[in-house]
């Protein structure tokens, strides 16, 4: 059973902030409707748990990893970007490359706003192939839900990705609706939360797979 759950655990290493949200979001909702679990730091608040160690951590729970680095804008307090996505990155790939064999196994989607802009900031990742979204909420899913059904022996159909973020705008739709039946709040949902809400909604409205 742990095999089993680490092999559809999917590590995801992206902004956090508010004008990155709406990537985020949809990552989640496609991870989870392609019958996948997303794993961030997020998921759990333990001040008695260093953060690093945390994110060593769920890293070596899950075998596949989506990662976004196209965050390279500068803080407009410090004047230098975030290298928080980079850096896990690299914790990803360093585990698939010197972990226990479990962890070589370890598969990973790159993401980037842009196809080769990449190479201008972290070239020793060249020749891995990085997938572009252009910050389009459509685009990522298809993205998302390719990379996944490439990635994971999985004989279940799931929905193409034109059909799956057709059903992510019908999600967002019913969103308030499905906070306001479960007391929560749409602007003050935890990343806990909005799992929750997203496996509610896929059980409604469940797929017919294979």
Known sequence: MATVRYAFHVFVNCPFDDDYRPLFEAIVFAVHDCNHVARCALEIDDASEIRIE?????ISECQLGIHDISR?????DSGLPRFNMPFELGLYLGAKRFGAAKQKSKKCLILDCEKFRYQKFISDIAGQDIHAHKRQIGDVIRIVRNWLRNATLDSELIPGGAVMADRYVLFRKELPLLCERMRLSENELTFSDFVFLVEEWLKLNAQVRN
Do not use: A, Q
């Open 72 to 76: 390279t804008e500068t803080c407009p």
């Open 54 to 58: 945390k994110i060593c951590r769920i």
